[in-house]
Antibody, heavy 116, light 108 residues
């Protein structure tokens, strides 16, 4: 069965960077892209961007351009999302999800807390 | 930037029909997707490509599209359907994805 397992919770100071991983199993990794979605406490879902696991092409949300980088390691079937210059309003649960006919498979989420 | 508009809340009694709308200028050109999210859980896809239902999703969930509005319909609402529902689609160019603000469904 398809599984996406994310790395554990992180606490970061403002201005720092965070890198969240998403290890995929149960399917051919390079056949699907990975989207990243975040959710601030008590707020709605925000699409951050996506990466093709086939060729590494990316498409980022305009508001995050310049601060976010999405990568994949096909040898370990793992996707990564790095967010730099963290601010307090980046505090959120970050999800990875497999891109197909919609986002049918999601990771469990990673809480990133930005606090001084 | 492109936006999808949903009502903040919808309330229905058990057994009734709930309709949640999502409006956006590009919806005539781009497919819509619907997600259900319960507290503390990851979202679950309940409708894809406007009206298709993934395997395992109950038949009471259906989707439709008309012009710039798509609608998620839940027939015979059950207590377990109480959740937040989000629509998702793309802008007119198809390059940027966006979620609606979410609708809290309350089962009275």
């Amino acid at each position: 069965q398809v599984q996406l397992v994310q790395s554990g919770a992180e606490v970061k100071k403002p201005g720092a960077s965070v890198k969240v991983s998403c290890k995929a199993s149960g399917y051919t990794f390079t056949s699907y892209g990975i989207s990243w979605v975040r959710q601030a406490p008590g707020q709605g879902l925000e699409w951050m961007g996506w990466i093709s696991a086939y060729n590494g092409n990316t498409n980022y949300a305009q508001k995050l351009q310049g601060r976010v980088t999405m990568t994949t390691d096909t040898s370990t079937s793992t996707a990564y999302m790095e967010l730099r210059s963290l601010r307090s309003d980046d505090t959120a649960v970050y999800y990875c999800a497999r891109v197909g006919e919609g986002l049918a498979h999601w990771g469990q989420g990673t809480l990133v807390t930005v606090s001084s | 930037s492109y936006e999808l508009t949903q009502p903040p809340s919808v309330s229905v009694s058990p057994g009734q029909t709930a309709r949640i709308t999502c409006s956006g200028d590009a919806l005539p050109k781009q497919y819509a997707y619907w997600y259900q999210q319960k507290p503390g859980q990851a979202p679950v896809l309940v409708i894809y490509k406007d009206s298709e239902r993934p395997s395992g999703i109950p038949e009471r969930f259906s989707g439709s599209s008309s012009g710039t509005t798509v609608t998620l319909t839940i027939s015979g609402v059950q207590a377990e359907d109480e959740a937040d529902y989000y629509c998702q689609s793309a802008d007119s160019s198809g390059t940027s994805r966006v979620f609606g603000g979410g609708t809290k469904l309350t089962v009275l």
